[in-house]
């Protein structure tokens, strides 16, 4: 079993940064199922969106457009750790951030995506 533990959420100001982490633990050496681990958001009567996604074993990353040059996604593959740095943040990203983990970016940029595992989610509040 794969356990996906988010932190990092809060509450900041139209403008801010946050960094999120998300820390793999249990079942993740030789796991092809968790190739790519990266976020998605929901927010209030909104459908669960993809953010961001990188690999472990290829430098590829992906990001949604609405992201695109404020969101970094990275990883730290000796803490099985991977963070994503939030900056210029906006109202409209507050929603509650998921760590997800699948077995090729394309299933975590495919509507629905195709997810192993899901964490259970951190909250992000951007006031105006």
């Known amino acids: 079993q794969v356990q996906l533990v988010e932190s990092g959420g809060g509450l900041v100001q139209a403008g801010g940064s946050l960094r999120l982490s998300c820390a793999a633990s249990?079942?993740?050496?030789?796991?092809?199922?968790?190739?790519?681990m990266g976020w998605f958001r929901q927010a209030p009567g909104k459908e669960r969106e993809f953010v961001a996604a990188?690999?472990?074993?290829?430098?590829?990353?992906a990001y949604a457009d609405s992201v695109k040059g404020r969101f970094t996604i990275s990883k730290d593959i000796a803490r099985n750790t991977v963070y994503l740095q939030m900056n210029s943040l906006k109202p409209e990203d507050t929603a509650v951030y998921y760590c997800?983990?699948?077995?090729?970016?394309?299933?975590?940029?495919?509507?629905?995506?195709?997810?192993?595992?899901w964490g259970q989610g951190t909250q992000v509040t951007v006031s105006s």
């Open positions: 990188v690999s472990w074993s290829v430098p590829r990353t």
């Open positions: 997800a983990a699948a077995e090729f970016v394309g299933f975590m940029t495919s509507i629905p995506p195709r997810t192993n595992y």
């Open positions: 249990g079942r993740t050496i030789n796991n092809n199922a968790m190739d790519v």
